[in-house]
């Protein structure tokens, strides 16, 4: 089973849309997760972390749900910007030490149309 | 952004050349990272290193020959690649090992 599985969509929604994307982990001890965009041809972006509590950064909302080990982003009125490909990302914690690493997901591509 | 600079941002090479990517970061990380990104495939992990030494190979060819001489600046030395080899490299910092990452614009390599 691979650490990390996002559903590649594509996801195709116009704008001013709410649009969803989650994403499942295997390593229930994983310590910490992230969500990154990368835009085409273009190098992966820091998009937000995600918490126990859940966060939210203006119109981007990240959800934790260790339970069912998943995660998820929602996206509230979308932008033609917000076109791009969104990664998952965990840190599992690791096997053989107190360090970790970073497990990106294959990603979920979205396109916003006007 | 200048936080991860990579050189060159595009590189053709034939088989049987030698060359070398540059990553330099001023981000004062103390972990620095390789990854390969091809087409329809999630990014792979290729080297980390956490304070200048190498603590993650991650079963990559030996024509893969990273070198890190201080916290700041890490390279990946190229020899006799294969035209599967052609991909994006990423190179990325990181406070520490498994903390959010920050990753360069890549160099997009092409082997011919």
């Known amino acids: 089973r691979k650490e990390v599985e996002q559903d590649p969509g594509p996801f195709n929604v116009p704008e001013g849309a709410t649009v969803a994307f989650n994403c499942t982990y295997s390593n229930s001890a994983s310590q910490s997760f992230f969500w990154y965009r990368q835009d085409c041809r273009k190098e992966p972006k820091l998009l937000m972390s995600?918490?126990?509590s859940g966060n939210e950064d203006g119109r981007f909302t990240a959800q934790l749900n260790r339970a069912s080990q998943y995660i998820s982003l929602l996206i509230r009125d979308s932008k033609l910007s917000d076109s791009a490909t969104y990664l998952c990302v965990v840190n599992p914690a690791d096997r053989g030490s107190t360090l970790g690493r970073l497990y990106f997901g294959r990603g979920t591509q979205l396109t916003v149309w006007p | 952004e200048t936080g991860v600079t990579q050189t060159p941002r595009h590189l053709v090479m034939g088989m049987t050349n030698k060359k070398s990517l540059k990553c330099e970061q001023h981000?004062?990380?103390?972990?620095m990272y390789w990854y390969k990104q091809s087409a329809k495939k999630p990014l792979e992990l290729m080297f980390v290193?956490?304070?200048?030494?190498?603590?993650e190979n991650n079963s990559v060819p030996s024509r893969f020959s990273p070198e890190c001489p201080n916290s700041s600046h890490l390279f990946l030395h190229l020899h006799t690649l294969q035209p599967e080899d052609s991909a994006l490299y990423l190179c990325?910092?990181?406070?520490?090992?498994?903390?959010?990452?920050?990753f360069g614009q890549g160099t997009r390599l092409t082997v011919v």
């Open positions: 990325a910092s990181s406070q520490a090992e498994g903390t959010e990452a920050f």
């Open positions: 290193y956490s304070l200048e030494e190498r603590v």
């Open positions: 995600v918490y126990s």
């Open positions: 981000l004062g990380h103390n972990a």
